[in-house]
DNA sequence: TGTAAATTCAAACAAACGTTTGAGTCAATA
DNA sequence: TATTGACTCAAACGTTTGTTTGAATTTACA
């Protein structure tokens, strides 16, 4: 196992490789993988090109460590939903601030964060194994609380269109970044508006659940 | 003016030009604008790559021609916000319309769709045109909507807030498509899962309205 | 200090890219 | 038939891409 990644973001007198490593993941969460090249990388990190073949193989396997090294397995953020006793509250909380914290002041959570929203939109490769891993397993964790608060017995095809359209709202502040921040900035910009968005994310999924649980009341009758 | 582009799909006996400009469409929507090549779109589209220079110019003058000419301009959706008489419903109905039709049947405003959200996420340069153009009036007519119906003189964060989020669940639909069709593909394939996603995407966003508006209404007192 | 491994470096590599060339083909017109 | 303009084609262009090379340099350890 290689060492843990230092965490702490001025990119100054960090080792080579942690410095590649680092600077690979702000270009390709910025950028792509295919915008981004290999002498792009080597030269905001400034390091010679081939370091990159040294520490990391070739391009793809650069992707791959910035993809999956800086973060840990996001396996403690699930068992957060896997607690029976948690309310729908929490739970919503829980999942909204995977969203809205890394946006506030973590450099390295939000590239990171985007990095996997961008390869859902563009996938390399490494998309079916974040589906599997990282996406899927999420949106089961959702689907067990929702089922659960609805007082289902099964997961039908309305509970996984409420999953989705609540978990949409997070998506969205990373996908849509850019165009928020040229329509609506103050939304995503500074710790105070982002609380405040992130409350109201928390209410409008709390809305929509009543909305689905009113909807199968009013179907059962 | 260029005469209008043929609408059918089946993309045989096509003039050249017109066959480039939809084998284009086709592969700058499903794999973006860097991952596509002029050579694959000319041997997709069976034929020679200067072709490609002679009605194009260049690969940037074929994807713009891509983004602009198959879908005439949006402003007649627009206009269906300014009714002044429209409904709640009727409005979001339309709303989510734009998003749900065109994964129907329709595979030209399928891709051309498809196309445009992805330069949400990969700004190629006409990104900057594309939001003052397609998306901003877009959401500021939202933002109309919903100001009237919720009483306000004024737009303020949390309107904007609300417009995002209701938008969001039809971005995603587009965005987050090959997790969809991963997890629950039933929700986004054939018409009576659409028309039902549909509906569920209104009564979710009627729902967060009227948590909206319950909201402002406790803080008013 | 001496030796071997680890790391860095400038340079070159083949392949793929977008683009251009100039001869060639075809249909229409005079 | 001769000529023009629209269009097609195989081939080559110059760049940039990711990758590799092999010698230099630094580092670690005996």
Same mark, same amino acid.
């Given at each position: 196992?290689?060492?843990?990644?230092? &965490?702490?973001?001025?990119?100054?007198?960090?080792?080579?490789?942690?410095?590649?490593?680092?600077?690979?993941?702000? =270009? #390709?969460?910025?950028?792509?993988?295919?915008?981004?090249?290999? !002498?792009?990388?080597?030269?905001?990190?400034?390091?010679?090109?081939?370091? *990159?073949?040294?520490? #990391?193989?070739?391009?793809?396997?650069?992707?791959?460590?910035? #993809?999956?090294?800086?973060?840990?397995?996001?396996?403690?953020? *699930?068992?957060? #939903?896997?607690?029976?006793?948690?309310?729908?509250?929490?739970?919503?909380?829980?999942?909204?601030?995977?969203?809205?914290?890394?946006?506030?002041?973590?450099? /390295?959570?939000?590239?990171?964060?985007? =990095?996997?929203?961008?390869?859902?939109?563009?996938?390399?490769?490494?998309?079916?194994?974040?589906?599997?891993?990282?996406?899927?397993?999420?949106?089961?964790? /959702?689907?067990?609380? &929702?089922?659960?608060? &609805?007082?289902?017995?099964?997961?039908?095809?309305?509970? +996984?269109?409420?999953?989705?359209? *609540?978990?949409?709202?997070?998506? +969205?502040?990373?996908?849509? !970044?850019?165009?928020?921040?040229?329509?609506?900035?103050?939304? *995503?910009?500074?710790?105070?508006?982002?609380?405040?968005?992130?409350?109201? =994310?928390?209410?409008?999924?709390?809305?929509?659940?009543?909305?689905?649980?009113?909807?199968?009341?009013?179907?059962?009758?």
């Amino acid at each position: 196992m290689k060492d843990k990644l230092k &965490l702490s973001m001025p990119e100054q007198d960090l080792q080579p490789r942690e410095k590649i490593l680092l600077t690979a993941l702000e =270009l #390709f969460a910025e950028q792509g993988f295919e915008r981004t090249t290999v !002498r792009q990388i080597a030269r905001k990190a400034e390091v010679n090109i081939s370091a *990159i073949a040294y520490y #990391f193989g070739d391009k793809a396997g650069l992707y791959q460590a910035a #993809f999956v090294e800086p973060l840990g397995s996001p396996k403690d953020d *699930i068992e957060l #939903f896997n607690d029976p006793n948690i309310s729908l509250e929490e739970a919503l909380q829980g999942l909204f601030s995977g969203f809205t914290e890394p946006l506030k002041q973590d450099k /390295l959570a939000m590239l990171c964060t985007r =990095l996997h929203m961008r390869e859902m939109v563009e996938p390399t490769g490494l998309w079916a194994q974040e589906i599997d891993n990282g996406i899927a397993p999420y949106h089961q964790a /959702l689907l067990v609380v &929702l089922k659960k608060h &609805l007082y289902l017995n099964k997961v039908d095809d309305d509970l +996984h269109r409420l999953a989705m359209c *609540i978990v949409a709202m997070g998506v +969205h502040l990373f996908v849509g !970044r850019d165009v928020i921040e040229k329509l609506c900035p103050k939304i *995503i910009a500074g710790n105070s508006g982002l609380n405040q968005t992130h409350d109201r =994310l928390v209410m409008f999924a709390k809305s929509m659940i009543e909305a689905e649980k009113n909807r199968r009341k009013q179907v059962n009758v």
